[in-house]
T-cell receptor, first 113, second 114 residues
Framework: GENVEQHPSTLSVQEGDSAVIKCTYS??????FPWYKQELGKRPQLIID?????GEKKDQRIAVTLNKTAKHFSLHITETQPEDSAVYFC????????????FGKGTRLSVIA | GAGVSQSPSNKVTEKGKDVELRCDPI?????LYWYRQSLGQGLEFLIY????????KSGLPSDRFSAERTGGSVSTLTIQRTQQEDSAVYLC????????????FGNGTRLTVT
C-alpha cells in the first residue's frame, strides 16, 4: 500500500523567512496530494492541494510543487508569520483502487518572532 | 453550513469497557472516514465509507474495532473491551466525493482509557 514519508519532523524559522516541508510517496498511481494544517488542540484543516496533472500551485504565501517522476511533493511557505506555527501534514491518495488518504507523520513548524 | 460534528468530545472509560463514538458528516457528503491520532503523532487511517459500497476496513487495528454508517449519513465507531493503548483522539472526516476530494474533519473525540 501507499507509504508517505515527511521531513523534517520539526522546523524552526525566523519570522519573515521561508519554510519548506518535503514529502515522498511510494505509489506511482497516487494522484491527489493535499496539505493540512493543525493548530494546537484544533482539527486538521486543508490549506492547499495539488493533483497529478499539474506541477505547481500557489495560494498567496503558500505553494506546493509536485515531481511525479521522483514521487515527491513539497510545501513552501514564504514570509512566515507567527500564526503559521502549527503541525503540517502531507497526504496522498489515488482514485484507482479507491485508496483513502495516507498521511505523513507531520512537521511541527515554529515561527520565531 | 454546519461542519462535521462528533460526540462526545471527551470520553473517559475503564479498561475493558465498550465505547461508542458518533460522527455526523456534512450533509450531502458521500464519503466518511475515521482516523486516529495518538498524542503528538500523525493521522492513522481506520475505516472509509463511500456511498453504498462495502467499507474499506483495512486500517482497523483489531477485531475489537468496528464501525457502521446508517442511511449513508451518521457513523458510529465502536471499540469493544477497551485497552489503554486505545487512548487517542478519534477524528471523523467527510468529503463531497471520493478519495481525491478534500476532507473536512470534525473536532474529534478524545478517548482516555484508565
Amino acid at each position: 500500500g501507499e507509504n508517505v514519508e515527511q521531513h523534517p519532523s520539526t522546523l524552526s524559522v525566523q519570522e519573515g523567512d521561508s519554510a519548506v516541508i518535503k514529502c515522498t510517496y511510494s505509489d506511482s498511481a497516487s494522484n491527489y496530494f493535499p496539505w493540512y494544517k493543525q493548530e494546537l488542540g484544533k482539527r486538521p484543516q486543508l490549506i492547499i492541494d495539488i493533483r497529478s496533472n499539474v506541477g505547481e500551485k500557489k495560494d498567496q504565501r503558500i505553494a506546493v510543487t509536485l515531481n511525479k517522476t521522483a514521487k515527491h511533493f513539497s510545501l513552501h511557505i514564504t514570509e512566515t508569520q507567527p500564526e503559521d506555527s502549527a503541525v503540517y501534514f502531507c497526504a496522498a491518495s489515488k482514485r484507482s483502487g479507491n485508496t483513502p488518504l495516507v498521511f505523513g507523520k507531520g512537521t511541527r513548524l515554529s515561527v520565531i518572532a | 453550513g454546519a461542519g462535521v460534528s462528533q460526540s462526545p468530545s471527551n470520553k473517559v472509560t475503564e479498561k475493558g469497557k465498550d465505547v461508542e463514538l458518533r460522527c455526523d458528516p456534512i450533509s450531502g457528503h458521500t464519503a466518511l472516514y475515521w482516523y486516529r491520532q495518538s498524542l503528538g503523532q500523525g493521522l492513522e487511517f481506520l475505516i472509509y465509507f463511500q456511498g453504498n459500497s462495502a467499507p474499506d476496513k483495512s486500517g482497523l487495528p483489531s477485531d475489537r474495532f468496528s464501525a457502521e454508517r446508517t442511511g449513508g449519513s451518521v457513523s458510529t465507531l465502536t471499540i469493544q473491551r477497551t485497552q489503554q493503548e486505545d487512548s487517542a483522539v478519534y477524528l471523523c472526516a467527510s468529503s463531497l466525493l471520493g478519495v481525491d476530494s478534500p476532507l473536512h474533519f470534525g473536532n474529534g473525540t478524545r478517548l482516555t482509557v484508565t
